[in-house]
């Protein structure tokens, strides 16, 4: 059926894709909000594309000053008056 243009007569129904697709987009953002789960169908597994994402992001280059990750901006100020 992929290709095929489907006609549909219900002007109710013809906006159900769009819907849906504006209700994921509009979970994902609350997921990763409030650190909610998220579970998606992904290559034959269900998996929380929350717990993904916090995973890519916890293992981040270490830096050569040996901390992990970007330094907030307080942290960096804070260096800055160590130093002087």
């Known amino acids: 059926m992929a290709g095929k243009q489907v006609s549909i007569k219900d002007p ?3 906006k159900v894709g769009i819907a849906l697709k504006r209700a994921a987009l509009k979970a ?4 990763f909000a ?3 789960p998220v579970y998606v169908y992904r ?7 929350v717990a993904e994402h916090r995973k890519t992001r916890t293992s981040k280059k270490v ?3 040996g901390g992990v990750g970007k330094k907030t901006h307080r942290s960096q100020k804070a260096l800055r008056d160590k130093n002087r």
């Open 28 to 31: 994902r953002k609350l997921g």
């Open 34 to 36: 409030t650190n909610t």
């Open 12 to 14: 109710d129904l013809a």
């Open 63 to 65: 830096s050569a000053n």
């Open 43 to 49: 290559n034959g597994k269900i998996i929380d594309i």
